[in-house]
């Protein structure tokens, strides 16, 4: 299961977005108890199309993971300030959320 989030960012804070990111996947490495559940994470700017436009997706076994780990999200006083910022940087009425189930797959060559 897939939590999919799309959302524009202020053209003045691309790069800071784009730092913000990189610091929570710092952060799911320093601190996996914070967020027990989660299989993967990626996040992508489009590189031609929309310019500031960021897609961030979260894998999980079950929705149920991705709402506990939410909520201990947001009692560490360190990871709840990465939406905060996250919230000053997106232009208002852009963002997303979606949550993706698989229907077919094809993982390639293993």
């Known amino acids: 299961m897939f939590v999919g989030e799309t ?10 977005n784009a730092a913000l ?8 490495k320093e601190k996996p108890a914070a967020f027990k559940g989660l299989k993967s994470y990626k996040a992508y700017s489009e590189a031609f199309g929309t310019f ?11 929705f149920s993971e991705f709402q506990n780990m ?5 009692e560490d006083p360190e990871l709840k300030k990465i939406p905060e ?26």
């Open 70 to 74: 939410f909520a201990k999200f947001m």
């Open 21 to 28: 990111l990189q610091k929570l996947v710092k952060l799911i």
């Open 52 to 62: 500031g436009y960021f897609v961030e997706v979260w894998e999980f076994g079950e």
């Open 7 to 16: 959302y524009i960012v202020k053209p003045d804070k691309v790069a800071e």
């Open 85 to 110: 910022a996250f919230l000053s940087f997106i232009i208002p009425g852009t963002y997303q959320q979606h949550v993706w189930s698989a229907v077919a797959e094809h993982a390639g060559k293993k």
